[in-house]
């Protein structure tokens, strides 16, 4: 079973910064990208950005978030990081993590959610 906690959440000023952690745990054979979607009050969840693992790594932002927000890694970890800076009262959401992994040998590939983490900016 795969499990994905996030943290670093809370309420933060504008222009402030947070980082936001999600670690992958449990049955993981291999991850074919993690990213973080984000979701506010009466909107559809959407990307914010994704990291893809393998020989090349690809990295894909929302337009509203480029320049401010950067996604990244630590492989050994299984974690995906977001450093957010600069941020606005229009980023605030429920922060989700995603994982596109594959669990088992004999599995195939799966889409895996956190819990999610709230994000306020806010003075």
């Known amino acids: 079973q795969v499990r994905l906690v996030e943290s670093g959440g809370g309420l933060v000023q504008p222009?402030?910064?947070?980082?936001?952690?999600?670690?992958?745990?449990?049955?993981?054979?291999?991850?074919?990208?993690?990213?973080?979607?984000?979701?506010?009050?009466?909107?559809?969840?959407?990307?914010?950005?994704?990291?893809?693992?393998?020989r090349r790594t690809n990295t894909n932002y929302a337009d509203s978030v480029k320049g401010r927000f950067t996604i990244s890694r630590d492989n050994a970890k299984n974690t995906v990081f977001l450093q957010m800076n600069s941020l606005k009262p229009e980023d605030t959401a429920v922060y989700y993590c995603n994982a596109d992994l594959v669990a088992t040998p004999w599995s195939s590939r799966g889409d895996y959610w956190g819990q999610g983490t709230q994000v306020t900016v806010s003075s």
């Not at 670690?23 to 054979?29: D, N, V």
């Open 15 to 54: 222009g402030g910064s947070l980082r936001l952690s999600c670690a992958a745990s449990g049955s993981i054979f291999s991850i074919n990208a993690m990213g973080w979607y984000r979701q506010a009050p009466g909107k559809q969840r959407q990307l914010v950005a994704s990291i893809t693992y393998g």
